[in-house]
């Protein structure tokens, strides 16, 4: 019953910045959070950030604390991930993902997520 679409990601060098979209579609109210996630070859999906739907509560994994930015766009149900000073280590692809909370970190609890958007970034 939700529709999520990211957009995007690409190739950037290391020290750039890309900004991540998320488009939400279908019956959105269901969920109050949004969150991203990522998943590099041969490891497991990892929490990035989350934020609350209203209220603008926000949660982020300290691998990215302080480089990336997650906000919203409530008029065009959008959420968006600021990333700035990108690593090499910041490669995988992402997803972003609804839930009932933004505290939620475990990918297991999120109920829907989108198809993922590639982000690569050379050294």
């Known amino acids: 019953q939700v529709q999520l679409v990211e957009s995007g990601g690409g190739l950037v060098q290391a020290g750039g910045s890309l900004r991540l979209s998320c488009a939400a579609s279908?019956?959105?109210?269901?969920?109050?959070?949004m969150g991203w996630f990522r998943q590099a070859p041969g490891k497991e999906r990892e929490f990035v950030a989350a934020i609350r739907r209203s209220g603008g509560s926000t949660n982020y994994a300290d691998s990215v604390k302080g480089r990336f930015t997650i906000s919203t766009d409530n008029a065009k149900n959008t959420v968006y991930l600021q990333m700035n000073s990108l690593k090499p280590e910041d490669t995988a692809l992402y997803y972003c993902?609804?839930?009932?909370?933004?505290?939620?970190?475990?990918?297991?609890?999120?109920?829907?997520w989108g198809q993922g958007t590639q982000v690569t970034v050379s050294s």
């Open positions: 993902a609804a839930a009932n909370s933004y505290r939620y970190t475990n990918p297991r609890l999120y109920s829907y």
């Open positions: 279908g019956r959105t109210f269901s969920s109050t959070a």
